[in-house]
């Protein structure tokens, strides 16, 4: 086989522009874990099922672990080191998970969190349904998604009020 | 899980994908979400990936002079659920429930018809609406009949070296309703039976055409024309459509795995068309 050739790649992760250098079958996650060392966004399964690789681009939840790097050059990704302010408060829905015990383990928890700010940037007021709907490509496998869903709702909840207030608990980076 | 080496080209225009498309080992890739999961599985190794990806020019849903709905093959599900193909009732109905918001923010048009997997929604949408799938080549334009596009599992009659442009939708019709049902399978949201119907009554109280397509259910999406035939000339009564329903599967190798065995399906086949087909006359009013 002929000698293959890295890409070189820049993109925008979490507001701040990232370059590098990689293989074209680098998958958007690795080039997050590996070389940007954002370890926040997980992999569960790898093959597009379980959604713990949720990133969004352009504000939209894609699944980092089914999208080459080279599919992203370019792109504005937001991960979850990317949610919480540059205060280190945090944003409404880590505040949602944080009081509605949306977590046990945490695993699920970023991609989770990411696929949910996909739907409140559609949807400030969303149904139970509508919040079941939006994790759909999101699995838990030990919290359950009850108290997921009442997370997702109090995130919508304190971004209508106003989210931009402080919040009362914060924690430092 | 990690693909095999390949080399990677993003096509700058559509004439630079053409001169690529249908050389040896050449695989075209837009959202990845079907052929990404086959590469990680080497299940596919291409050796060069063209990355159609950014042609603006295959983008985004437009009307024809005619009435007609062109979408070109890159528009996602997300795109196409936002544009004006969700006044169609049946698409309205499938676009919410294929694969996951990650799934449909990535995943195309193109991509989902030139795949063909046999449990495909979108494919049964577009044979029951009768559209029409243009394609290109370096020969030049190409345009399918939705009927007889899909020829088998992951098979159409697409030529090796076309790539799938657009997407054309016969315009909307007051005389018509539409409807998608589908049997989800729990855990994948793969149609175990998807049914998509679309009834026209031309004047009077009696269907003059209908447009039935089945996936799920055989070797690849497909017209239920027995079903259609039955349709005609009837005024919709319940009884009538159970009737016509009892054709979904006619002339069909009826598909049996693990999910559901082929009998169950043959009966899921038939009560979703029963569903399919009251919805749409319902919508008709
Ligand atoms: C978790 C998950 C759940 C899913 N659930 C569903 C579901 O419920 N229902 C359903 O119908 N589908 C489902 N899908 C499949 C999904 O609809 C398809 O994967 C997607 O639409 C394919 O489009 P793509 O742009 O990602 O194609 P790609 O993966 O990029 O390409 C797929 C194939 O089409 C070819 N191709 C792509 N574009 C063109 C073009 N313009 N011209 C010619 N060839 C082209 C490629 O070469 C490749 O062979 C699911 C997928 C995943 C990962
Ligand atoms: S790791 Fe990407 S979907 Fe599971
Ligand atoms: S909190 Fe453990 S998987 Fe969801």
């Known amino acids: 086989m002929a000698e293959h050739m890295t890409e070189h790649i820049a993109l925008v992760v979490n507001g701040t522009p990232r370059e590098g250098d990689v293989e074209p079958r680098r998958m958007l996650v690795q080039f997050l874990r590996e070389d940007l060392e954002l370890t926040g966004t997980h992999v569960g399964c790898d093959t597009s099922q379980c959604g713990a690789c949720t990133v969004t681009i352009d504000g939209m939840a894609i699944k980092s672990c089914t999208m080459l790097a080279v599919q992203a050059d370019g792109a504005n990704v937001k991960t979850i080191e990317g949610m919480q302010a540059a205060d280190g408060s945090l944003h409404a829905l880590q505040e949602g998970f944080w009081a509605k015990h949306g977590l046990q383990c945490g695993f699920c928890t970023p991609g989770m969190i990411m696929a949910a700010s996909d739907l409140l940037a559609r949807n400030a007021d969303p149904t139970d349904d509508e919040i079941r709907h939006a994790i759909e490509g999101n699995i838990c496998r030990c919290t359950g998604y009850h108290n997921i869903v009442l997370a997702i709702r109090e995130a919508a909840s304190l971004v209508r009020a106003g989210a931009s207030a402080p919040t009362p608990t914060s924690i430092t980076a | ?285």
Request: hydrophobic share 45%.
């Open chain 2, 1 to 285: 899980m990690i693909p095999n080496l390949f080399d990677y080209q993003r096509a700058a225009s559509l004439d630079e994908a053409l001169a690529l498309v249908g050389s040896p080992g050449t695989k075209v890739i837009a959202g990845g979400m079907s052929l990404l999961p086959l590469m990680k599985l080497r299940l596919a190794n291409p050796e060069r990936l063209v990355d159609i990806g950014r042609l603006a020019e295959l983008k985004g849903v437009r009307e024809l002079p005619d009435g007609r709905l062109a979408i070109g093959a890159l528009t996602t599900y997300s795109e196409l659920a936002v544009s004006p193909a969700r006044h169609y009732g049946l698409l309205g109905d499938a676009l919410p429930d294929i694969g996951d918001v990650q799934v449909r923010n990535r995943g195309t048009v193109g991509g989902a018809v030139a795949h063909c997997d046999p449990a495909s929604d979108l494919p049964a949408v577009l044979l029951a609406l009768d559209a029409e799938i243009v394609a290109r080549s370096k020969r030049g334009e190409n345009v399918y009949a939705a009927d007889g596009f899909f020829t088998g599992a992951f098979s159409t009659a697409l030529a090796e070296d076309e790539l799938i442009t657009e997407i054309r939708l016969p315009g909307p019709r007051d005389d018509a309703g539409s409807a998608y049902a589908s049997l989800a399978q729990r855990a994948s949201g793969y149609s175990i039976v998807g049914v998509a119907a679309i009834v026209i009554k031309e004047g009077g109280s009696a269907i003059t055409k209908a447009g039935i397509a089945l996936t799920g259910v055989g070797d690849a999406p497909y017209r239920a024309k027995a079903v259609e035939a039955a349709l005609i000339g009837n005024e919709g009564t319940p009884e009538s459509i159970a009737e016509a329903a009892t054709h979904a599967s006619d002339g069909v190798t009826v598909n049996g795995d693990i999910h559901a065995d082929s009998e169950y399906r043959t009966a899921m086949a038939v009560a979703y068309t029963r569903r399919a087909i009251a919805a749409a006359l319902g919508r008709l009013g």
